[in-house]
């Protein structure tokens, strides 16, 4: 019998007494009073062993129970929620972090006057039915002068995969003036990982494969930061090559190369990049930064860069015999909308820049081109930008020749 799983009634447990006396009885050959027969015990209320042999298997019921207790606080599949969290620190597997969704409003002031929208001022919608926050101050001119329409992003109040489409109306109680619309996609966030999968990546086994992608996360949710990106090197003993030119990265075996699109916030990054890593990050440009942080008795150096935004040429070709009055405005607005949006060291394809604009319905699009092929080549510690104003001219649609 498995103790540490079975749970028997008193009654079970009597009987299982005196069968395995009785077994011993015939075993050994005890005689009974008579001397004649093998004694036997009889499991009746009339027998005073009987009534003993209840009472002590109701304490051994008892102890079953608080061995079974045991049992499922160490089996991640039977154990209480608030245990599972203990036993993935003693497996060493980290639950998934979540991530607040965000998006990037147009906002225009309406009013004579000009307005500044401080940090983490609330705006609602109707769409998801969630508050959303914004991480930096925006000052607006007022509507007759140049200036008064402006972009910043949002963040959801929770984590999880909200999703707002493009048009979203948005509003804050505290600045009725100013009109506020989603122009871009919605970057979509994730929830945290749930217990029931905690669950069985402890009962399986599974160490955390994507130490690096929390890690990633944890620092995203850094205040100033937009985006992050980390590359590993794995090799044990080779180098690994990124970026060219003045942009060349040497990340040595088993180290890491970091690079965020955002404000330089230096004391935040090593405590968090420690948080989930414990290899070093000590790879950069000559330009790299560098932040400290103290673990126990010893501080903790990691490098970083702050990446750079690079201009990217992109050429849409459509059919002018079925495209609509407008079509050249509404294609180039719609992709600068998204510019600023990629990740470090994401290239831009011409597929993403199609998806961009399959909604729009203004015409046919017959073609894409991205710096005059079907992607950019960008190096790690750059972002795809893409603008139409007066220094750049990076968004074309080209007239029929």
Known sequence: MDLTKTINTPYNNAVAIFNETNRLLVENNILDSTGTEVAQLDSTPSNPAWVFALDCRSLHTSWQEQLAKAYAALDPQSCEEDQVLVLAAIAGVERGNGKPSHVTLYLENTSNSQITIPARTKFTESYTNHAWYNDFPITLSPISMAGY????????????????????????????????????????????????????????????????????????????????????????????????????????????????????????????????????????????????????????????????????????????????????????????????????????????????????????????????????????MEYCVFENNQNYNDISVPSES
């Open 149 to 380: 329409t402006g972009r910043v992003a949002v963040y959801a109040e929770v984590d999880g995969a909200l999703s707002v489409p493009v048009g979203t109306t948005f509003e804050s109680e505290d600045f009725p003036d100013v009109s506020a619309v989603t122009d871009a996609a919605c970057s979509v966030g994730n929830d945290i990982e749930s217990i029931a999968s905690l669950r069985n990546r402890i009962s399986e086994g599974v160490e955390m494969t994507d130490y690096m992608t929390q890690c990633v996360n944890a620092i995203e949710r850094l205040a100033g930061i937009d985006s992050c990106s980390i590359w590993y090197n794995t090799s044990n003993q080779l180098d690994m090559i990124l970026g060219t030119g003045a942009n060349e990265v040497i990340v040595p075996p088993r180290n890491a190369y970091i690079a965020i699109k955002g404000v330089d916030i230096s004391e935040k990054i090593a405590e968090t990049y420690y948080t989930y890593m414990n290899s070093p990050a000590t790879a950069g440009t000559a330009d790299k930064k560098t932040s400290v942080c103290q673990i126990g008795q010893q501080p903790l150096t990691v490098c970083y860069d702050v990446s750079k935004p690079r201009h990217i040429a992109i050429s849409v070709y459509i059919d002018w015999a079925t495209s609509a009055v407008g079509v050249v405005d509404a294609i180039k607005e719609r992709i600068s909308s998204y510019s600023g949006t990629l990740t470090c060291g994401e290239d831009l394809t011409a597929q993403k820049v199609s998806e961009w604009l399959s909604d729009l319905g203004y015409g046919t699009i017959i073609g894409v081109e991205v710096d005059g092929g079907m992607s950019s080549d960008i190096d790690p």
